[in-house]
């Protein structure tokens, strides 16, 4: 399943738990772990191989008066 997709699921299933009164069922519970799962795998996959911005690369001094 390609990235956008899962995105695109995930939105939908938080939709409908919203609609239904903030609960799961039990089948769209499984789904939800299944896409968290994999959204989980390709943001580690994406962080080991350098592919995110972490942040600036130097620490700015702030001085309070």
């Known amino acids: 399943m390609r990235p956008p997709e899962v995105l695109k699921q995930l939105k939908q299933l938080r939709e409908e738990y919203r609609r239904q009164s903030f609960s ?7 789904e939800y772990d ?3 799962k994999l959204r989980r795998e390709r943001v580690k996959f994406m962080q ?3 592919m995110v911005w972490k942040g600036a690369a130097t620490k ?4 309070v008066a």
Request: proline share 0%; net charge neutral.
């Open 24 to 30: 799961y069922t039990k089948e769209q519970k499984a």
């Open 48 to 50: 080991d191989n350098g």
């Open 34 to 36: 299944r896409l968290i």
């Open 60 to 63: 700015q001094n702030v001085e």
